[in-house]
């Protein structure tokens, strides 16, 4: 019986590694599919949105139906949702970077003020892709969700960013994974715990139930 029950143990992890190697290669594929600059979006919220799937246990789905339905169906709003993503991004690079370079107190207050500003939206973009993949919500909407998400669970953008951190060690430590299965890994840690803060978001909103109207969106077609 113990000897069944490692066998079991062996199988399982082997198995959830063969999915996270398989959805990193659709990953990459459909990524080069989109000519890279638009299909690495689109790509990155259908990996999201399966692993979604995986965590809440939709654990036999067919994996290529499933991610390609997701790519394309998101294809235009996940490439608007990056783009707006990545120049707000450099916009508020550009303006950290400008006060660093002027001297005298006043610069120094904007630098600090522009340096917590723009960790601010480096936790929220944590929540991007899980609030992109679980709610169908409008583009502004999904940024001041993924936002209220930052401010009301600060534990779980900790421990976001300490995944992070053992990720960057780990690839480092082990190059040769990041081919395999490094970012699929990635994605589905971070839904995890995203995953753990919209359920307990859910306890206190109308969101859960399905047939009323929810308060911010409404659930994705796909589960």
Same mark, same amino acid.
């Given at each position: 019986? /113990?000897?069944?029950?490692?066998?079991?143990?062996?199988?399982?992890?082997?198995?959830?590694?063969?999915?996270?190697?398989?959805? %990193?290669?659709?990953?990459?594929?459909?990524? &080069?599919?989109?000519?890279?600059?638009?299909?690495?979006?689109?790509?990155?919220?259908?990996?999201? $949105? !399966?692993?979604?799937?995986?965590?809440?246990?939709?654990?036999?789905?067919?994996?290529?139906?499933?991610?390609? %339905?997701? =790519?394309?169906?998101?294809?235009?709003? /996940?490439?608007?949702?990056?783009?707006?993503?990545? /120049? &707000?991004?450099?916009?508020?690079?550009?303006?950290?970077?400008?006060?660093? /370079?002027?001297?005298?107190?006043?610069?120094?207050?904007?630098?600090?003020? @522009?340096?917590?500003?723009?960790?601010?939206?480096? @936790?929220?973009?944590?929540?991007? $892709?899980?609030?992109?993949?679980?709610?169908?919500?409008? !583009?502004?909407?999904?940024?001041?969700?993924?936002?209220?998400?930052?401010?009301? =669970?600060?534990?779980?953008?900790?421990?976001?960013?300490?995944?992070?951190?053992?990720?960057?060690?780990? @690839?480092?430590?082990?190059?040769?994974?990041?081919?395999?299965?490094?970012?699929?890994?990635?994605?589905?840690?971070?839904?995890?715990?995203?995953?753990? $803060?919209?359920?307990?978001?859910?306890?206190?909103? @109308?969101?859960? &139930?399905?047939?009323?109207?929810?308060?911010?969106?409404? =659930?994705? $077609?796909?589960?």
């Amino acid at each position: 019986m /113990a000897d069944k029950g490692i066998i079991g143990g062996i199988y399982t992890v082997m198995e959830w590694i063969s999915r996270l190697v398989y959805l %990193q290669f659709l990953w990459a594929i459909f990524t &080069v599919i989109g000519l890279i600059g638009f299909g690495f979006f689109p790509a990155t919220f259908a990996m999201f $949105a !399966v692993t979604r799937k995986w965590v809440r246990g939709q654990t036999d789905i067919a994996l290529f139906p499933a991610f390609k %339905q997701l =790519y394309k169906k998101d294809f235009y709003k /996940a490439n608007v949702v990056g783009g707006i993503s990545v /120049a &707000v991004g450099f916009i508020l690079y550009f303006y950290l970077r400008f006060f660093q /370079a002027q001297s005298g107190t006043a610069s120094m207050v904007f630098f600090l003020l @522009m340096f917590a500003i723009c960790l601010l939206y480096l @936790m929220t973009l944590f929540f991007i $892709a899980p609030v992109f993949t679980h709610y169908d919500l409008k !583009v502004i909407q999904l940024f001041k969700v993924s936002f209220m998400m930052t401010i009301s =669970y600060p534990f779980h953008v900790i421990s976001m960013t300490f995944i992070l951190f053992c990720f960057a060690l780990l @690839m480092e430590a082990i190059p040769g994974l990041l081919p395999f299965f490094s970012f699929s890994y990635l994605a589905f840690a971070l839904m995890w715990i995203a995953n753990l $803060a919209i359920e307990d978001k859910e306890c206190h909103t @109308m969101m859960t &139930v399905r047939s009323n109207k929810p308060v911010k969106g409404r =659930y994705r $077609a796909l589960g």
